[in-house]
């Protein structure tokens, strides 16, 4: 891991508050929840769209519109990310918009995944929106670190979908606590005690 990722994810983050990018990324984000009442339980059915668009790269010294967000399905190479966290992505669903890619214009096209994120709505409303794969690249430490970046901005969609279902801008990530390492310049720390049953390690970016 490159040793100045906090530092590359510090400048990103500043950078989208001076531009005031929160504001841009909410407003791509679009939430549905639709009663399903066929059952004898009425259940929901909660989608999350996020138009495609362009978005600056503010690790760079000048930013461009170099960058897409989409949630059309990318394929990701093995030996580009863990092939244990491409399967667990692969189950999240693209008919309820439960996976958000970060892509680079610049390279060529089988190599412009820089990162992917899957998520969950919680059937418990209380909960925050809980990030279950992280999908960052593997290779040298300079497409590491455009991976933190990208996936430091693909969060801000989560975030920002979780603050319009009424859930908060928390994500949560239940992992094992070893993560945390990798996790924790992107901003999560760990809950303690953690609202997810015993053995379940949680942590949260707020």
């Not at 891991?1 to 510090?10: D, K, Q, Y």
């Not at 005031?20 to 929840?33: G, I, L, N, P, Y």
């Not at 430490?141 to 969060?155: E, G, K, M, N, R």
């Not at 989560?158 to 070893?178: C, E, M, N, W």
Request: net charge positive.
């Amino acid at each position: 891991m490159p040793p100045n990722l906090t530092a590359i994810v510090g400048l990103v983050r500043r950078r989208w508050t001076q531009h005031e990018r929160q504001r841009s990324a909410a407003a791509q984000v679009a939430v549905d929840v639709e009663e399903l009442r066929h059952t004898d339980k009425p259940t929901t059915r909660t989608t999350v769209r996020i138009t495609a668009h362009s978005l600056p790269d503010f690790r760079t010294q000048s930013p461009r519109a170099a960058l897409r967000i989409t949630q059309k399905p990318q394929l990701l190479l093995p030996w580009q990310f863990d092939d244990v966290v491409i399967a667990k992505l692969e189950q999240a669903s693209l008919a309820k918009g439960r996976r958000i890619y970060c892509l680079d214009a610049r390279r060529d096209i089988a190599d412009q995944v820089l990162a992917a994120v899957s998520f969950h709505v919680d059937a418990d409303k209380s909960l925050p929106l809980r990030l279950i794969a992280l999908a960052l690249r593997l290779s040298d430490p300079d497409t590491v670190a455009q991976s933190y970046a990208a996936s430091w901005y693909l969060l801000r969609y989560i975030s920002a979908a979780g603050v319009k279902l009424g859930r908060g801008a928390s994500v949560d990530f239940v992992t094992h606590a070893d993560a945390l390492a990798d996790l924790a310049p992107l901003g999560f720390l760990p809950v303690t005690p953690s609202p997810y049953p015993y053995p379940h390690k949680c942590l949260r970016l707020s």
